[in-house]
């Protein structure tokens, strides 16, 4: 340890007073220039302190009537009160905490320093508040810069949970996309190969009119002619050949807006900013949100969809759809081969309410409580970071609004996100049709 | 119109089936379903060429429908067409579909046209093949299973890892340790294959830091009957998925090494590889597709290796004579 953390800093080498000084001595050394800054002075015997003088007390004495007279040829262990002494090695907070408890107040003395319990100096107890007080600044300094990385870290670990996210996502609307890609472009593939031969047999039949037409008619070329066209409008004739391709326009078209439903509800995700925006429409968020976690949610995941009316809100969509995609893939996790998940929305008193609920195999009590902390998951290592239900938490409190689950063993798990349609004028609780007080996990019913 | 031969295409997604029909109906006589089940029962009635079934589907996966495609119709070309290339997909799609081709959507149409028609010229010509030659073997041998070792008689396996846990695995399983080669580098294991007839490899796909599906695609391409067991712990994808259209690999075995499965898998390549003896015309569905970009995979392959790899194309068994 260094000495400027111990007790030894404080050290000031006074010269001690003898057991066999008498009072008078002492009162002498006190009105010298050398101790007029002391309270107290030490006595030590054989360099073992033995007690300590106040100024105080030697004033009491004193100031009686023929205290001077009595006392002044008295050794000075007659007036001597116990010392509060520290070992020099001890650390300043710890020599702190032992001198205020055990010295007298108000204060009227000095400490004790000591070697191996012999005397070396006396420490005044202004310095000692002098270095407390250091110390605690310099603390507060650490402890600021501390809390910054911190924060910082904190913000980056939020940040790539949400890349995380991003990217696992990203990748299922890309193997999402596949399939209306695969059979739009495969479509428009027949379709050229069609238009070809349609051109062809278009190019031919205005040969056989021009032929038709002609002022001298050539009966052979015309009945070749006219074999050819036949010939090659025949595969048109057969299996209904444009009335498929009709369908394959319309699948085409399909698959294209498809694809850019898909392309839209992932900029209404990406976006970074965490802008507010008038007017939105939760219902909307939850679909976008169904969305992107179709890949996820396809196979194994029947969606019951309950929505209400809902007013529109002012909040930031994209945080929102992150807590919402998280909830729902959440849900589809918990569900072990196959079940179903029913979304419900509904409006009053100023509250927007949403419950997504799952046939999961449901939380463990003991598990629930910590569901929202950060780092808690459940996943194998590598899987989840812990951080996508607290970051939903956060995400719902900044909105001012509530997250709060029950759930039930072998039956699912339910979640109600509660958000106040004005933030600014928050009713502390939102209406009783939003409780979720049990943890009875029933099969809802639409209103 | 019953000399077209008959392909039948498996996808949850109707507008798939419609498109694919359209390209097809020309050439093929189109059967489609959205149902697994259904395609199976559709296996068991007639006969289909070529199979091609998506992987993501609601009751039944693509590798559980090309696995019981393998047991109600062997005959049957497999092929799988999907969007999510996932490991999972992969590794069963070769292990329990045996397929001939992995292939990705959105595709080129005339590549396909040209992957579907060649496997339905081969299954065409295993159908003509296994009618003047009905051959029951495979029932058989699942009668009496002979113990492994008895089972490696007389093949010669190969096994290029740096890692010995490999060879230890298989030379503990087979106990006949003459006939495992053990390569640590690449050189040394096609110079070995330049000299003996091996029925067997059992590769890692990185030796020495390098990626070697090149060379172990093309040992294929120049010498189809030998069987390869890739070990990899790597998850790359789209190489794997190479490895499957150029090097026909027979088995993906992930690392570290599961005994069971190295011996389930062995097992099956030693009873293929004498099937394959027997009849040589079932060399045909592990045709390699042509690569691409021929000279750049050239380029990864050292100049001694490829000298080996001509050696081993020269002691190959013409397959012109060996195939009807």
């Excluded at chain 1, 107040?105 to 508040?129: A, H, K, R």
């Excluded at chain 1, 444009?242 to 209404?268: A, C, P, R, T």
């Excluded at chain 2, 050439?27 to 199979?51: C, N, P, S, W, Y």
Aim: proline fraction near 4%; hydrophobic fraction near 40%.
């Amino acid at each position: 340890m260094k000495t400027a953390d111990t007790i030894a800093s404080l050290t000031l080498k006074i010269p001690s007073i003898k057991p066999t000084n008498t009072v008078n001595d002492v009162a002498q050394l006190f009105l010298t220039d050398d101790f007029k800054h002391l309270l107290s002075l030490p006595i030590v015997d054989k360099g073992t302190p033995v007690g300590l003088i106040s100024r105080y007390d030697l004033n009491k004495v004193y100031l009686k009537m023929y205290g001077r007279e009595l006392y002044g040829r008295q050794p000075i262990t007659q007036l001597m009160t116990k010392a509060v002494s520290v070992e020099r090695e001890q650390p300043i907070e710890a020599a702190s905490q032992f001198i205020t408890r055990n010295i007298r107040f108000p204060i009227m003395e000095d400490f004790v320093i000591t070697e191996n319990g012999q005397y070396v100096g006396v420490g005044i107890v202004l310095d000692l508040l002098k270095a407390m007080e250091r110390r605690v600044l310099l603390r507060t300094k650490e402890l600021s810069k501390a809390y910054q990385s911190l924060k910082e870290s904190q913000a980056q670990l939020v940040q790539s949970e949400k890349m995380a996210s991003l990217g696992q996502m990203v990748a299922g609307v890309a193997h999402e996309i596949n399939t209306p890609l695969g059979y739009v472009r495969n479509n428009v593939e027949v379709t050229q190969n069609l238009f070809g031969q349609t051109k062809a047999l278009l190019e031919n039949y205005e040969q056989l009119v021009a032929l038709l037409m002609a002022e001298t008619m050539d009966e052979d070329a015309l009945g070749e002619q006219l074999g050819l066209v036949s010939e090659m409008s025949e595969p048109f004739r057969e299996e209904g050949l444009l009335d498929s391709m009709q369908d394959l326009f319309k699948d085409s078209l399909y698959g294209v807006d498809q694809i850019s439903e898909l392309v839209m509800n992932l900029k209404d995700f990406s976006r970074l900013d965490q802008a507010r925006t008038d007017n939105v429409d939760i219902n909307k968020c939850l679909d976008s949100a169904l969305n992107i976690g179709k890949n996820v949610l396809k196979y194994k995941v029947t969606v019951k969809k309950l929505y209400g009316e809902l007013p529109p809100l002012k909040c930031s969509p994209s945080q929102l759809n992150q807590v919402f995609l998280n909830l729902l893939t959440n849900a589809a996790q918990a569900i072990e081969d196959k079940g179903t998940i029913w979304i419900k929305t509904w409006a009053d008193g100023g509250w927007v309410h949403v419950t997504i609920q799952d046939s999961g195999k449901g939380i463990a009590p003991e598990v629930i409580k910590k569901i929202f902390d950060p780092f808690f998951t459940t996943k194998p290592v590598g899987e989840g970071t812990g951080l996508g239900l607290s970051i939903s938490y956060k995400i719902v409190e900044q909105h001012s609004g509530q997250i709060k689950v029950a759930s039930e063993i072998g039956k699912g798990t339910k979640f109600l996100i509660s958000l106040p349609l004005n933030p600014e004028s928050v009713q502390k609780n939102p209406a009783s049709t939003a409780r979720l007080d049990s943890n009875e996990v029933t099969e809802p019913e639409a209103d | 119109m019953s000399d077209k031969p008959t392909i039948l295409f498996v996808d949850d997604e109707e507008r798939i089936l419609r498109s694919l029909k359209m390209l097809f109906m020309g050439t093929f006589k189109v059967k489609t379903t959205t149902d697994g089940r259904e395609a199976i029962e559709m296996l068991k009635q007639e006969t289909v060429h070529v199979l091609v079934s998506d992987q993501r589907m609601p009751n039944m996966t693509g590798v559980e429908v090309l696995r019981e495609a393998r047991n109600v119709s062997p005959n049957t070309m497999r092929l799988l067409l999907t969007g999510y290339s996932d490991l999972a997909a992969i590794v069963g799609s070769v292990n329990e579909g045996e397929i001939f081709r992995y292939i990705n959507k959105p595709w080129k149409s005339e590549e396909i046209k040209a992957i579907v028609e060649q496997a339905a010229q081969i299954a065409i010509q295993l159908g003509s093949a296994s009618k003047s030659a009905p051959s029951k073997q495979v029932a058989a041998k699942i009668q009496a299973e002979p113990s492994i070792s008895d089972e490696a008689e007389g093949l010669k396996i190969l096994v290029l890892d740096e890692e010995p846990s490999t060879y230890e695995i298989i030379e503990e399983l087979i106990k006949e340790s003459k006939n495992i080669h053990w390569s640590k580098n690449v050189e040394d294991a096609f110079a070995h294959l330049s000299q003996e007839t091996v029925a067997i490899v059992v590769s890692e796909v990185r030796i020495q830091d390098e990626d070697i599906s090149a060379p172990l695609k093309t040992l294929k391409r120049y010498n189809p009957n030998i069987l390869t067991l890739v070990l990899t712990s790597f998850q790359d994808t789209k190489s794997l998925i190479e490895l499957i259209n150029y090097g026909q690999v027979y088995r993906f075995l992930p690392k570290p090494i599961h005994k069971g499965l190295l011996e389930k898998s062995l097992r099956a390549a030693m009873q293929h590889y004498r099937a394959m003896q027997a009849r040589p015309e079932l060399l045909m569905r592990h045709v390699v597709e042509k690569p691409k970009e021929a000279e750049s995979t050239a380029h990864r392959i050292s100049d001694k290796v490829l000298g080996y790899l001509k050696k081993i194309r020269a002691r190959r068994p013409d397959s012109s004579e060996a195939v009807h």
